[in-house]
């Protein structure tokens, strides 16, 4: 199966509406003026992904769940996961019956101390892992995306930190509230993104859209590939007999 993630870099240009419900514009209204602009934005780019793969002309209803995730109201439809970064908005559309959690975030975009704060909170195979790469800033917030996907994706937030690990060095995790989940992250010149899937997703297409109803393939990345790319991390889930020896 298949699961996609584009990404649309905003212009000053405000977002073609035309593909969402008139009650959802009206009720952006109440954000202020860039929050306003992003939000449509993202579901606008939703609205079109699900154009383009499932042949829907209008963004189908979507409700809000307890934890704040947003997530459509026809449990038949798919599931999907949006993201910021600076004036980038990304979403991720998993296959039928799959789950998704989509971060991004601009390389270098952290303080120094705010860096050294997500340190803190990081478990000691994952510090080791950051201090054995060449870059341990681009490291770090690699580190910390993966960690955001996988939140978004279980739906936790900041409430399900410490109830995940991540084993980067032998491309391993551990979640106690999932048990089957993959992550694959890659850092590009300035932003690093990470797409949270469950195991069943073998390919993820990557998009870019203009605004135009225009699309630029970017790549297909086969999740089983041994060679994803020198800066890329693929983390799975660990077997269930391993889980007690990582805890």
């Not at 780019?45 to 769940?65: D, K």
């Not at 950051?130 to 996907?149: F, K, L, P, Y």
């Not at 980067?168 to 999932?178: E, I, K």
Request: charged share 20%; proline share 4%.
């Amino acid at each position: 199966m298949a699961s996609h993630f584009a990404r649309w870099t905003l212009v000053q240009t405000k977002a073609q509406v035309h593909r969402l419900p008139l009650k959802l514009v009206e009720l952006s209204t109440s954000l202020t003026e860039r929050r306003r602009r992003r939000y449509l934005a993202a579901r606008t780019l939703l609205a079109e992904m699900m154009l383009r793969i499932y042949g829907i002309p209008q963004l189908p209803e979507i409700a809000i769940s307890s934890s704040g995730r947003p997530y459509f109201a026809n449990p038949a439809l798919p599931d999907f996961s949006i993201s910021y970064a600076g004036n980038m908005v990304g979403v991720l559309i998993a296959e039928e019956g799959c789950r998704a959690g989509l971060d991004m975030e601009i390389v270098r975009a952290h303080s120094r101390q705010t860096l050294e704060q997500h340190l803190q909170t990081f478990s000691s195979g994952e510090k080791a892992w950051i201090n054995a790469q060449n870059d341990a800033s681009e490291a770090c917030a690699q580190i910390w995306t993966i960690r955001q996907s996988i939140l978004k994706m279980t739906g936790e937030g900041s409430s399900g930190f410490d109830a995940l690990r991540l084993h980067p060095a032998s491309g391993r995790l551990r979640s106690s509230t999932l048990a089957d989940i993959q992550a694959i992250c890659d850092v590009e010149a300035l932003m690093v993104w990470s797409c949270a899937l469950s195991p069943g997703t073998d390919r993820l297409h990557l998009w870019e859209y203009d605004g135009n109803e225009e699309w630029t393939s970017l790549q297909s990345i086969n999740a089983y590939s041994l060679n994803m790319g020198s800066r890329a991390l693929r983390l799975t889930s660990l077997p269930a007999e391993k889980q007690h020896y990582y805890s």
